[in-house]
Structures are given as C-alpha cells and as structure tokens.
C-alpha cells in the first residue's frame, strides 16, 4: 500500500492499465477489496475492482494484487523502454508482470519470481499468451538472476540484495521497497551508474515481508531511520562498510547517502 503516492501522467501506462483485465488474474469472485487498513469488503462486481484499492490474491498468507496508484507511479519511475530485459521479482498471479510484459514488448524480455507455487502456476497461465515473459516458481532473492535493465521487486526488504544491484546493467534501474517489520518504509529507486549507484525513495509503502530478504535487527533499525524521517534527502547508495557523516541509514554491507554523488561501487 502507498502513501501520497501521486499518479503520474503517462499515457502509455494509462493505456497498458486500461487495456490489462485485473479480474482475469484475480480467479472467479467473490473478491476481497480494501480501500483501507482492516478487514477488507466481499464484493462481486468487477466495476469496483478498478478503484484504487487493494484485492485479495491469498488470505492465509496476507497476499495481495497491490494499489494500482503505487505500481503506476513506480513504473513512470522505472521507465520502461520497448525491448528492455525486466525482472520482476514477487510477480503474484502475473497481473502487474503483464503490464511490464506490454511496456517492454514482443522485442523485449521479462523474468517473474514467485515463491508461492500456486501463484506462479497461475500468473504462467495468465501469461501463457506473451512468449517473451518466464515464470520461475522460485525465489527472486536466490543469485544468480538474469542481467536485466529493470529490476522491480514486489515485497518488502530490509536490505537492497547483492543479488539484485549484481543483475542491473549499468543505466538499469533497481525498485524494491525497503520497510520495517511494522509501519512505513519506502519504495527505494536504485539507479547503477558507472561510478556507483543513485538513490532515491519515490514515496511511502507497506508490503508483506520478501522471504529471504529480511533481517530482524535491519527491520528494527529501520524502523528507527524512517522514524527520524530525512528519507527524502537519500541521493546515493553505496556498497562498503564505512558509512560517513553522510548516512542515512546503514547496513552491513551498504549504506544510503545524502550526497548525490556516489563514489566507488
């Protein structure tokens, strides 16, 4: 779920949203739709399924088909071109896979990751139709991955992986949302450059945890950055062990900086 995530003006998303039947991948209803934090509504009318709202993909392991609003402004973010490799990491029933599927097209190249074996079985059928898109029932946190221009992960970590800044090509860009185990974190925008990495968060956001990309006392030190707040001043991300007066947040073997220029890899 995002917080004052705006939605960006991008008539090619527009068009790749409008186009992409959300209840094609959501099974037979009645579905589950939150508006909000709580219990959620039982609805049947596929009308309602195109608020921007949250839908229920698998209960019992809190999943869900994500808030439009947040997957339109990251894909403006993450620039999509015709013909770029894209990997997608936390792909669900394949329904924001087939939007990056159409963004890069025939020409292109799309790799999706999902843990949970009934999902990637039925995100493969949905995407039966797009030969260019692989669904692995496999964990996107596992190297090595494909080398890729876009790497767009959809659960929450508490690290940026070795094993996704090592598949972004130079110019490729890396989005995933960095969170604590309870609250706010953010979607961090990972740019690799020559000299290093850019960074940035886009906005505010909530994901059920990625397994095996989550730490229990990374979480609580998230949690203690994001409450100091200056998220928005992080420019860099670099990949060592000394953090300087610069930091933002550190890990151990990384650190967000507020410098803009990042120096060394």
């Known amino acids: 779920m995002a917080k004052k995530a705006g ?34 509504t039982l609805v049947d009318d596929p009308v309602l399924l195109y608020q921007d709202v949250l839908v229920q993909i698998k209960g019992e392991a809190a999943i869900n088909n994500g808030q439009p609003s947040l997957h339109a402004l990251c894909f403006a973010a993450l620039r999509v071109e015709h013909r770029e490799t894209v990997v997608h990491v936390g792909a669900g029933t394949g329904y924001y896979t087939s939007m990056l599927a159409q963004l890069t097209g025939r020409e292109g190249r799309v790799d999706a990751y999902e843990i949970e074996s009934d999902l990637a079985w039925k995100a493969a059928e949905n995407l039966s139709e797009m030969a260019w898109v692989t669904v692995h029932s496999a964990s996107g946190t596992i190297g090595p991955l494909p080398m890729c221009d876009v790497l767009y992960v959809n659960a929450g970590a508490t690290d940026p992986l070795d094993v996704w800044l090592d598949a972004v090509r130079v110019d490729g860009r890396l989005l995933f949302p960095l969170t604590p185990d309870e609250g706010y974190g953010g979607m961090l925008l990972v740019t690799r450059l020559v000299e290093g990495y850019a960074a940035r968060f886009l906005c505010g956001a909530k994901f059920v945890g990625c397994a095996g990309a989550r730490d229990e006392a990374m979480a609580r030190r998230l949690a203690i950055c994001f409450s100091k707040g200056h998220a928005g001043e992080v420019r860099s991300l670099r990949r060592d062990r000394s953090p300087d007066e610069t930091a933002w947040c550190a890990g151990a073997n990384w650190w967000l900086s507020k410098r803009e220029t990042p120096h060394g890899t």
Request: glycine letters at 8%; proline letters at 15%.
């Open 7 to 40: 939605l960006p003006e991008n008539d090619e998303i527009a068009r790749v949203f409008a186009r992409t039947p959300r209840e094609t991948f959501l099974g037979p209803p009645p579905w589950r739709i939150f508006a909000s934090e709580g219990e959620g």
